[in-house]
């Protein structure tokens, strides 16, 4: 097998493509996508320039939750391919330059797992405590614990007259962290893959392992902060990642899922006791009002500022983090924060431009390089995510939300807004599958798709491919300081990215009107350059006063060293 040169930091001036294999690319007609799809696709990112793909997991599951109900963590899915297809994939991959880095799902298994099904119904049962169970209290569940996807975090189990822990869906059992031989098993489990010559992993909702142990009610939420970064869980990982990450030199992000800045300073800190980096979610909640998703809302511009500032000053020196707007749980960027009509191109670029020049590791959500929407969804049988359907129901059906209401907030926040197809062309289901898909393409698949991107050299596609270029070309990107610049602006998100030798600037409008603002004193615009714009005709000498057209960006960039000598 052809393997990548090994650098230990190559992930600080790497850009990471995120692959959600069930909407990528189909090599039949059965409307999924699978492993060989993805193989046709390598050399499309190869030309983008990423450094690596993270694949959404693709292990055997009945896919309750798309593959985070894992059934089986040594086998490929039927769906997705065989495990022939996967080597290949990791053979093609690294002959490109391109690593594999795959999730992995260890908070929970699927309730059909084979440890799941032996402990269910038998008390005496080995793998009975690979799961968390209780005893009933008065009757009913043992405590108000609500699961990520509505209703009590509690299934009964009739023949024991016990309830097992879910976090998220009922047939997603929580596994019981405080067994030395769970933790065992899920060593030997990432061993095998990284035996493989898989490059790293993404650890999803791993700050939920570890459980408060007396499991009580909660009388001001919905029982999170009992589990959430709980008291076990930095040992946990330095435990895991001693013997496994450091071992196999795998990098590794992990999914935090309402964490604090300072437990991720301890995750991703710099001596790679725990993790890589971390992802967070909290600048994704800034149209969530008083926290409430399931409402149509604008984002909060101060807010987003404040919270990009918080973590990018907190983690600076201290740790690292994962930049990003889109996954396959949230909702397109260029729908969500930007115009997806008239400016769609712009808003796209000054997007990926915002998050690219900051300090951490991008990663980039398949699409979101072409500018890909929201679909615009009108029916609730359009819909496939259980979150999303589940919602309806809870709220039209039990709060009696109207249906146009609902279909309104769920143009806005389902999980499938980013769900949909990849769209490769303008031929029939967007050049996806040969046959049906399982979730519905965007009806703007022709006008908006990878190979119309490949063709235009004004496309999204271009600039993404140049905003992963320069993270390798310039220096300050990964090592600089971090400022706010204008906290209170309306509409200006503009910081500065400061090291010994170099000062970058980058500037976004993100708003479709014209705005303005002046660069800080004491920054040399004689000696600085445009780097990048989003609009064609950014040239010429650097002014202090900025004047900024609808969704524009601007990197400007100083080279301090020059003004030295």
């Known amino acids: ?182 933790r065992a098993e899920v ?33 001001i939420g919905d029982g999170r902060r009992f589990y959430t970064d709980g008291p076990r869980v930095h040992e946990y990982l330095q435990e895991i990642s001693e013997a496994v990450f450091q071992k196999y030199g795998s990098v590794t992000v992990g999914e935090m899922s ?67 707007w889109c996954n396959h749980d949230q909702p397109r960027v260029v729908s969500r924060l930007g115009d997806d009509q008239q400016y769609r191109v712009e808003s796209a670029k000054m997007l990926g431009a915002s998050v690219h020049m900051m300090q951490g590791t991008p990663y980039i959500y398949q699409g979101e390089e072409i500018g890909m929407t929201n679909p615009g969804y009108t029916s609730i049988e359009q819909y496939r995510d259980v979150e999303s359907t589940n919602m309806y129901d809870i709220m039209v059906k039990q709060q009696g939300v109207s249906h146009d209401e609902m279909m309104a907030i ?4 389902s999980r499938d807004n980013s769900r949909t197809p990849m769209q490769w062309n303008d031929q029939a289901y967007a050049g996806f599958s040969k046959g049906q898909p399982w979730l519905e393409v965007a009806s703007n698949y022709p006008e908006i798709n990878a190979e119309q991107a490949v063709d235009d050299s004004n496309s999204v596609f271009y600039f993404y491919q140049k905003l992963i270029q320069l993270r390798k070309e310039i ?35 993100y708003y479709g009107v014209e705005t303005e603002c002046v660069l800080p004193q004491g920054f040399d615009t004689s000696k600085a350059n445009y780097v990048l714009g989003n609009y064609s005709d950014l040239s010429g000498s650097v002014s202090q006063h900025q004047v900024l057209r609808p969704y524009e960006t601007r990197i400007i960039l100083l080279n301090t060293m020059l003004l030295d000598n």
Not at 4 to 28: E, H, L, M
Not at 410 to 413: F, I, R, V
Not at 479 to 500: A, C, N, Q, V, W
């Open 1 to 182: 097998m052809t393997t990548v040169v090994n650098d230990d930091q190559w992930w600080k001036t790497a850009s990471i493509y995120q692959i959600y294999p069930k909407s990528f690319c189909d090599s039949g007609s059965k409307g999924t996508g699978d492993i060989q799809g993805i193989i046709s696709k390598l050399d499309y990112l190869k030309l983008l320039g990423v450094d690596a793909i993270w694949l959404t997991p693709v292990y055997a599951s009945p896919m309750i939750d798309n593959g985070y109900d894992i059934s089986d963590y040594y086998a490929i899915n039927p769906d997705f391919g065989t495990m022939a297809d996967f080597d290949l994939l990791l053979d093609q991959a690294h002959q490109r330059g391109i690593r594999i880095i795959m999730d992995i799902v260890v908070n929970h298994t699927s309730t059909e797992h084979q440890w799941f099904q032996s402990a269910l119904g038998d008390k005496n049962s080995p793998y009975r405590d690979y799961y968390i169970w209780k005893d009933p209290v008065d009757g009913g569940v043992p405590n108000n614990w609500q699961s990520k996807f509505g209703g009590s975090a509690w299934e009964l189990d009739e023949q024991t007259g016990q309830y097992f822990l879910h976090l998220f869906a009922k047939e997603q059992a929580d596994l019981n962290w405080e067994n030395s031989k769970v």
């Open 187 to 219: 060593k030997e489990v990432i061993s095998f893959w990284a035996e493989k010559g898989v490059d790293g992993f993404r650890l999803d909702v791993i700050n939920l392992i570890s459980k408060q142990q007396d499991f009580p009610n909660d009388d």
């Open 258 to 324: 309402s964490t604090t800045l300072e437990h991720c300073q301890q995750y991703s800190s710099l001596d790679n006791k725990e993790l890589s980096m971390v992802f967070n979610f909290h600048h994704l909640k800034v149209d969530y009002p008083n926290g409430e998703k399931w409402t149509k809302a604008p984002f909060d511009f101060l807010q987003l500022k404040q919270i990009f500032n918080h973590w990018q000053t907190g983690l600076n020196g201290k740790g690292w983090g994962a930049l990003f």
């Open 410 to 413: 769920l143009a806005q926040k």
């Open 475 to 509: 220096e300050v990107i990964t090592t600089g300081t971090y400022e706010d610049l204008y906290p209170e602006h309306e509409s200006i998100f503009g910081y500065e990215r400061k090291s010994e030798t170099q000062t970058l600037i980058c500037l976004n409008n």
